[in-house]
């Protein structure tokens, strides 16, 4: 069944019907867990957690941290859509993304010294996204 806290919402309804999707979704959590350092969704119990991944909205990385770039943002955000048809579908699409928005920051470091800092730590306070 997997960890509630990377569990796509479909599995929390049957892993039998649970496919490579679910992965790319508990990839955007481990993603979010990355940036942020904590759980892309709360909840005091299992259940608050598993109805969490079905009806809270997907939270903005941005508001939580000011320099993660908007096309990471746009990345996460598919990777961890509630409906299966609107993620990416297989982790190749996900690994070019990733690629591209790699490709956009050392880009930006090279010519700018403004991306070229090390990453902050998660933020308080609501900042906005910068690209």
């Known amino acids: 069944m997997g960890t509630v806290d990377y569990m796509a919402p479909e599995q ?13 979704y508990s990839l955007g959590c481990s993603l979010h867990y990355l940036l942020i350092g904590k759980a ?18 997907i939270p903005n990385l941005c508001t939580l941290r000011d320099d993660v770039p908007e096309q ?11 409906r299966i048809e609107d993620r990416y579908q297989t982790m190749t699409e996900v690994a070019a993304e990733l690629e ?19 990453l902050s730590r998660p933020r308080t306070n609501p900042p906005t996204c910068r690209s």
């Open 12 to 24: 929390g309804v049957s892993t039998k019907d649970a496919d490579a999707r679910a992965d790319i």
């Open 40 to 57: 892309t969704y709360g909840g005091e119990t299992v259940m608050a957690k598993m109805l969490a991944h079905h009806h809270q909205p």
């Open 72 to 82: 990471v943002e746009a990345v996460f955000k598919k990777m961890v859509a509630k």
């Open 100 to 118: 591209k928005c790699q490709a956009a920051l050392t880009a930006a470091a090279s010519s700018s010294t403004q991306f070229g800092r090390p």
